[in-house]
């Protein structure tokens, strides 16, 4: 007990605890994976199970891990969803808000061939994975960074695949 303890302990001053939502971030916190329509991870994958639900800090604010996988005979697929909240940075000279954090990053994490889709409240990209039958999408809404990976279309529809992915995303959306 005494070695799990000190283990614990390690590994949290290890990766620091998350900074402190500023009183002008709109998200506090990462929101669970519950943000995620269950009726589209059902449409998308069929019978999933999900396998990740997890939350933890992040250097500078918090991230939310999910991740549902179809397991069995036909078609399967995966779909990742990362929900990160960065906060603003109160230290810095000139102030760097959590909106401009995740601007940063946004632009940072899509490949000059990501195409701007239009969602609610934010900027979106959307692009063809580097695996065959993979979509990705990063989405940004105030301070919070939305990550789609979505595995699962055949290589002959990629446009479903775009679509479906896009659709997800503007159902999340509508509840941020």
Request: hydrophobic share 35%; net charge negative; with cysteine.
């Amino acid at each position: 007990m005494v070695s799990a303890l000190a283990v614990g302990i390690g590994l949290w001053a290890g990766s620091g605890t998350p900074d402190e939502p500023y009183p002008d971030d709109v998200h506090a916190a990462a929101p669970g994976c519950d943000l995620v329509p269950a009726e589209q991870v059902e449409a998308l994958l069929g019978e999933a199970v999900q396998d990740t639900d997890t939350t933890g800090p992040l250097h500078g604010g918090e991230h939310t891990a999910c991740a549902w996988t179809t397991h069995g005979e036909g078609d399967g697929g995966a779909l990742r969803v990362g929900l990160s909240a960065r906060f603003t940075d109160p230290s810095g000279d000139p102030l760097v808000t959590g909106h401009a954090r995740t601007a940063e990053t946004l632009g940072a994490s899509v490949p000059e061939y990501g195409e701007e889709v239009d969602l609610p409240g934010g900027d979106a990209h959307v692009w063809s994975g580097h695996v065959p039958g993979t979509v990705e999408l990063a989405y940004h809404v105030d301070n919070l960074l939305v990550r789609i990976s979505y595995a699962g279309y055949s290589d002959d529809s990629p446009d479903d695949g775009r679509d479906e992915v896009v659709e997800l995303a503007a159902g999340m959306g509508e509840d941020l």
